[in-house]
């Protein structure tokens, strides 16, 4: 899990670093696959919706960085 602060739309280090662990003690199968949910509690539905779309891109590149198959996130 990676937390954002409210209205970030990147990932921070902190958060990153985390995930590269959990990924690293996983040991990834070729098999396996990865569902991101991302949100954001703007009272506006329109900013909201554009600052988790950018959170879900944010982890999603990251883990393309990390070896995943685009296809499998």
Same mark, same amino acid.
């Given at each position: @899990?990676?937390?954002?602060?409210?209205?970030?739309?990147?990932?921070?280090?902190?958060?990153?670093?985390?995930? $590269?662990? #959990?990924?690293?003690? #996983?040991?990834?199968?070729?098999?396996?696959?990865?569902?991101?949910? !991302?949100? +954001? #509690?703007?009272?506006?539905? +329109?900013? !909201? $919706? $554009?600052?988790?779309? @950018?959170? !879900?891109? #944010?982890? $999603? +590149?990251?883990?393309?960085? @990390?070896?995943?198959?685009?296809?499998?996130?």
């Amino acid at each position: @899990m990676v937390l954002f602060k409210p209205l970030v739309k990147t990932a921070d280090e902190k958060g990153l670093l985390a995930l $590269r662990e #959990s990924l690293k003690a #996983s040991e990834l199968d070729e098999n396996q696959r990865f569902q991101l949910t !991302a949100y +954001s #509690s703007d009272k506006n539905p +329109s900013k !909201a $919706r $554009r600052v988790s779309l @950018m959170r !879900a891109i #944010s982890v $999603r +590149s990251f883990l393309i960085k @990390m070896g995943v198959e685009g296809n499998k996130i």
